[in-house]
């Protein structure tokens, strides 16, 4: 059963899908190169993938995902098929999905929504500190210390931790560990072709409701083959949803990547399979939004919705 936890807003409706994260990372073996159609080819790492095209000109891959990844796909792509990446296209600039790109930089151009550049420029030293780690800040300085850190900010502390003084500031804690991430040669604002060996790739802005406000949906057009990154799973329910994000502007950015033309749908984690899978993802999310909606108007509370709402007809998903 899917656990989903309500923040009961009148006109916002905050769910967040509880998943064990270690069945994320115990999904698939640590390293994973397949073909998925004449042209397009998925690997993984662990819990991330990401999707490339094989050209003769060279390959357009997606998201680098980390540089141990990063290197490892570099030389099984020269391996296998005797040519360089020569384009990197990024989903957003998340660093779990868009670090390592670095390993790429001899041969590759970067290509990201043009919202990237400003989602990797380090904030200034005032920010304060985000929602998110606010309750962890125990002694109330406006940092989050070693001892104080759990979860994401804790597993990677160090990462976060650019001046390595032991405890994150309200910049460091909002940027993220991006370090890694290497900048956008090239940037667009709605949509964007690119070219190499005869073959077209198109990136799609998805709209700043959609996770992040750089995010980009990739088309590989020839082999109809689309790759989307976190605010879209593919068989399986939604990791969470955003409670300071609209959910009908999230249901937008899915309706965005269903008008593309693509007949099989790679997600960032998880499955791929058909792109009906699409539809049936932004269905589930729009019958939760029905259900949580009607209890809201019985007065029911978080606990009580918890307990009502099973969505058992979407059982078969992986959870």
Known sequence: MT????N?????????TIF????????QAEFIFEQISE????????????????TEEGVILADPINAGFATRLKQEIAERFGVPVRFVLYSHHHWDHASGGAVFADTATFVGHENMLTQLALPSAGTPLPRGAVDLDADGNGQI??????????????????DSNG?????????????????PDITYAEKMSVTLG???????????????????????????????????????????IQGDQPIETWIEGIEIVEAQAFDTAVGGHGNYAEANFVTLFREYIEKLRDQVAAGIAAGQSNEQLQEAIHMEEYADWIS
């Open 198 to 240: 005869g073959k077209t790739v198109e990136m799609v802005f998805t709209g700043v409701h959609t996770h992040t406000d750089d995010m980009s949906v990739i088309v590989f057009s020839e082999d109809r083959v689309g790759f989307m990154v976190d605010f879209i799973s593919i068989q399986r329910p939604p990791r969470f």
């Open 167 to 183: 405890s994150l500031s309200g910049a460091e804690a909002t940027r993220g560990p991006l370090n890694e991430v290497r900048k």
């Open 20 to 27: 064990s994260l270690n069945s994320w990372a115990q999904e």
């Open 3 to 6: 656990r989903i936890n309500f």
């Open 39 to 54: 042209n397009v080819y998925r690997a993984a790492n662990n819990s991330h993938r990401t999707a490339l095209l094989l």
């Open 145 to 162: 210390e070693r001892a104080e850190a759990e979860g994401a900010y804790a597993s990677n502390f160090d990462l976060y931790d650019y």
């Open 8 to 16: 009961l807003k009148l006109c916002s409706i905050s769910i967040l």
